[in-house]
């Protein structure tokens, strides 16, 4: 069974760190991020993976090499033009042929057991088994509608948090008692999904598509067996700056840490750095405040200076800055 990794994405809601590199190559925990959407793939079994690259592709390359040092062997699919989750499936159809193959995000760190996805897609002769998660936060992410079968009837929007918490605290202050049920949190899809090769059949040929927009609601409407595989594991999902800071966080707190930080990095005496992600050769100097920041590689803040709620990166290496400030040689970005 073949893997394939979406990795090709500009990383829009990652930038400013996605400036220099794409969205899959951001370090996670002092490692390229993309490298463990191949180590879960290859711990399942599944070790010839084709990733697809467009925004910055060397940073890829970089990462990965040809897998080897990871347990797997790496292709890759360079697309001049972005081609949508399913059109960049499309580019390389006559590789997936064969067999059932595994897609994952290049964006996600997960313990989701695939194992049991890959039995379940083949039990039921699926065209496409979808993991799916409860979106207890209601963060916007679509929801994924599966009726008694188990199968994904349709992708209808996103949650109304704010309407849900209000619904949520009317309830609790009308019916307190053990009797009341929460609402039922969305299902939401994570990235991972096991494909037949019939997918092709609904994939168009040469274009730009995406697959839950284009390919599942035309198989879905066609009968096709697109199936859910709901899962209560782990799973971090790393598109916004807000959810790449809390995931590094949270990771950091199970070692008792506060600040994760890469090679080479300096913290000189009297400076505060809290809850924060240093990338390599970062130095905050005496006088300095860091709280809830994620800095970029090599950023220097000088004495006396606050981060944070933000994001922080060497002035020259942004080419047009799209929001936030400069200060001294940084461009600083809101969380």
């Known amino acids: ?42 711990s399942h079994g599944v070790r010839d993976i084709i990733v697809n690259l ?17 347990g797997a062997n ?25 067999d059932d193959f595994v897609v994952v995000n290049g964006k996600i760190v997960t313990d989701i057991d695939l194992g049991k996805a890959i039995a379940d897609h083949r039990k039921q002769n699926a065209m496409a ?42 309830a609790a202050a009308e019916l307190r008692s053990v009797t009341a049920k929460p609402e039922p949190a969305p299902l939401m899809f994570t990235g991972i999904q096991v494909l037949s090769s019939r997918i092709f059949d609904y994939i168009p040929r040469d274009r730009f598509s995406h697959s839950t927009i ?31 800071l809390e995931a590094s966080l949270r990771f950091a707190r199970k070692k008792g840490q506060s600040v994760i930080e890469g090679e080479g990095c ?3 005496n009297g400076a505060s ?7 390599d050769d970062v130095k905050v100097e005496s006088g300095a405040r860091i709280n809830r920041a994620v800095l970029g590689e090599g950023v220097q803040i000088r004495t006396g200076r606050l981060i944070e709620q933000a994001v922080v990166v ?6 047009e800055i799209e929001r936030g400030e400069i200060l001294d040689d940084n461009v600083v970005v809101p969380i």
């Not at 198989?219 to 971090?236: K, L, N």
């Not at 060497?314 to 080419?319: G, K, L, N, P, T």
């Open 1 to 42: 069974m073949k893997g394939f990794i979406l990795a090709g994405g500009f990383g829009t809601r990652l930038w400013p760190l996605t400036e220099d590199r794409t969205k899959a190559a951001i370090p996670f925990l002092g490692r390229p991020l993309i490298n463990y959407a191949v180590e879960y793939l290859a």
């Open 54 to 70: 467009h925004h910055k592709p060397d940073s890829i390359r970089l990462a990965l090499g040809d897998g080897s040092e990871l």
């Open 74 to 98: 790496i292709s890759y699919s360079f697309e001049e033009q972005i081609l949508g989750t399913s059109g960049a499936l499309d580019r390389v159809r006559d590789s997936l042929l064969d």
């Open 129 to 170: 088994t979808l993991v799916l998660r409860e979106n207890t936060a209601r963060e916007h992410f679509s929801i994924v509608e599966v009726d008694d079968r188990g199968w994904i009837t349709s992708f209808a929007g996103f949650p109304d948090a704010e309407a849900s918490q209000a619904a949520t605290a009317d």
């Open 214 to 244: 284009h390919v599942y609601p035309q198989a879905i409407e066609a009968g096709e067996p697109v199936i859910a595989h709901v899962s209560a594991a782990d799973w971090y999902e790393m598109s916004t700056l807000a959810r790449y």
């Open 266 to 268: 300096a913290i000189e």
């Open 273 to 279: 750095v809290e809850d924060a992600v240093l990338w």
């Open 314 to 319: 060497r002035r020259d290496i942004v080419r």
